[in-house]
């Protein structure tokens, strides 16, 4: 064989390598027909919760109809401890979990722990801590094993995708506290540390790249729908007037909802936001044609957004049960109903 000829087979295998290792993880059941999923968030809060947890796992391990598991942050309310103690604690729970739980951190457990009630901590050294308690097996999930391609080479393990029968889900680490800007005052700050600016510049950067990604995976894959899930609540309608006064308070967010939007636009089939955060259960198109949003972010509307935010903190008594339907049911690709825990 001519030498030539070997080398272009030799780039076109490393080409064909390096497509194969971009791809996201596809989960096992890809059988076409209709599947469920659980999504909980900013629970437990409080030592009542707490103490309810375990049961509350158990409730949702009963719904063996479940393909996996979402916690969508915040794993202890904002005035609380963030000790190693409590992060095993919590870990311990989530092995019990016994469907695939995929897990992404919340403000709580990292950002806020710069507050003298949450043990004057520094944020950034709490995040390492929570990617090691969390995040030891990167590409796995917590709960039962399923497959996941994760950014462990960017050093964010915690976000991560993967597809169950064509549709396309995309969990990332977005931050309440205005993405992790605002100033660790509990240290003695006023404004964010380079440290800080540099985190959040990196993060935010490695979550834009995911949700590029995402949906050019799923456009060439011909995907039903994709699913976005974080936890900060870009659209809390507590913050609208602070927002709508001073847009930069949550600037935080702007090129990520810009992000969102130009790949709505662009895309084939619907798009859903599931996010924690704001506590309240909610469903609606925060950047529909008319939307205050639209104003503060600075942006073209995105009529094909639907997103779902579930109840938290003390709104916590239910998990949100999302049902993807079967490839060749007709309607909406996405439905979903709260149940209520048993206590």
Not at 286 to 308: C, K, M
Request: aromatic share 8%; glycine share 8%.
């Amino acid at each position: 064989m001519p030498a030539h000829t070997m080398k272009i087979t030799t780039a076109a295998l490393t080409l064909a390598l390096g497509l194969l290792a971009s791809q996201p993880a596809t989960a096992a059941d890809s059988t076409g027909e209709a599947f469920t999923f659980g999504v909980i968030g900013d629970i437990p809060y409080g030592a009542a919760e707490i103490a309810q947890f375990p049961g509350r796992i158990q409730d949702i391990n009963a719904d063996r109809d479940l393909k996996f598991v979402t916690h969508v942050g915040d794993i202890k309310n904002g005035s609380s401890v963030c000790s190693d103690e409590y992060f095993a604690n919590i870990r311990a729970q989530f092995d019990t979990f016994e469907h695939p739980l995929v897990y992404t951190p919340g403000d709580n457990e990292w950002v806020d722990c710069h507050r003298t009630n949450n043990g004057a901590y520094n944020p950034l050294e709490r995040l390492d801590k929570l990617r090691e308690v969390f995040f030891s097996e990167p590409g796995k999930t917590l709960g039962a094993t399923m497959p996941v391609k994760s950014q462990e080479s960017l050093g964010l393990p915690e976000n991560v995708r993967f597809t169950q029968n064509r549709v396309a889900f995309s969990v990332v680490d977005i931050q309440g506290s205005n993405n992790s800007l605002q100033p660790w005052t509990g240290l003695g700050e006023t404004t964010a540390t380079p440290e800080q600016l540099a985190e959040v510049q990196h993060r935010t950067d490695a979550v834009i790249a995911q949700i590029h990604e995402t949906f050019a995976d799923a456009e060439r894959r011909n995907e039903r729908a994709v699913v976005l899930m974080t936890q900060a609540d870009m659209f809390d309608p507590s913050l609208l007037a602070a927002a709508t006064a001073n847009p930069e308070t949550v600037s935080g967010f702007r090129e990520i909802v810009k992000t969102i939007i130009e790949e709505t636009n662009g895309f084939h089939a619907p798009v859903y936001l599931i996010n924690g955060d704001s506590h309240v259960f909610a469903e609606n198109q925060p950047l529909a044609e008319g939307s205050p949003w639209l104003e503060v972010y600075g942006q073209a509307a995105a009529d094909n957004l639907q997103r779902i935010t579930v109840d938290g903190s003390a709104n916590a008594t239910n998990y949100v049960r999302f049902t993807v339907a079967g490839n060749s049911a007709g309607g909406e690709v996405l439905s979903w109903e709260k149940v209520p825990f048993s206590q």
